[in-house]
């Protein structure tokens, strides 16, 4: 298929996208507030890059979060209330801030789910990604193992978003796993009506994914 047709694709699909975003109250809580089976597990903060309802990356955060293996345990860390960085605002931040930034610190490591803007990551997962960082001396990410899974109804599965927030990444110091360096594409023929992986491709990529992750994160821990 040439690259057009892909990109008129792509429009098509931009009207689902301006669906109105949602508080973090609304968010659904269901696989965010299981306890670990295990309490020696590792904990692995899932952060969603998209704020609409319905959200592709949401539903594949999901189907990470069921099929983590033995010795992992994922939970959302909700980034919907962040309010935009601002520096003026750090000798009094907004509570917003600070109870994201606590959250984060309570994780061993962290997986970054991407969609797709413009090339790039959307502006809410770099905002989440800054207000981690600062103030100077206090980057919560600092020397933390992370995992990135890209996500776009487009065949290229939101690779440049992928490589854009692996460049972040790395400036704030984590450590980001090289491979699988997962991107899916297509991904609004993945799921069923009730969000659900349908797609058993796809349940084997994440799975050796989340494989490589678990061995990846002993490395730093
Ligand atoms: C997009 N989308 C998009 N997709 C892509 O593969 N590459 C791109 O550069 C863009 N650019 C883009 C810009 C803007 C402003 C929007 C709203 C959308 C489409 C995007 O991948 C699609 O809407 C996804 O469904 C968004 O991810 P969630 O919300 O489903 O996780």
Redo the contacts with the bound molecule.
């Keep these: 298929m040439g690259i057009g047709l892909v990109e008129m694709e ?1 429009e098509s ?2 009207d ?3 669906m109105e975003s949602f508080p973090a109250s609304d968010a659904p809580a269901s696989l965010s507030e299981i306890e670990p089976d295990d309490l020696s597990a590792r904990k692995v903060a899932v952060i ?5 309802r ?5 539903m594949a955060a999901n189907a990470l979060i069921a099929m983590a293996p033995q010795g992992l345990h994922l939970e959302i860390v909700e980034i919907l209330d962040l309010t935009l960085f601002n520096q003026d605002l750090e000798d009094d931040p907004p509570v917003a801030w600070t109870v994201f930034r606590d959250r984060v610190r309570e994780f061993d490591a962290v997986i970054f ?1 991407a ?6 990551m ?1 502006a809410p997962l770099k905002n989440a990604v800054d207000i981690g960082s600062r103030p100077p001396g206090q980057n919560l990410w600092d020397g933390v193992p992370a995992g990135v899974v890209s ?4 065949a ?3 690779i ?2 992928n490589n854009h927030l692996r460049q972040t990444l790395t400036n704030v110091n984590m450590f980001v796993l090289p491979q699988p360096n997962v991107s899916i594409g297509r ?2 023929t993945l799921f069923d009506e009730n969000g659900n992986l349908t797609n058993e491709g796809t349940k084997k990529y994440l799975a050796s994914f989340l494989d490589s992750f678990a061995k990846w994160i002993e490395k730093f821990l």
């Design positions: 792509l699909k931009l689902e996208a301006l969603i890059g998209s704020l609409r319905g959200a592709y990356s949401r789910m969609p797709e803007y413009n090339r790039s959307p996500t776009s109804p487009g290229l599965g939101g440049s978003s991904v609004d």
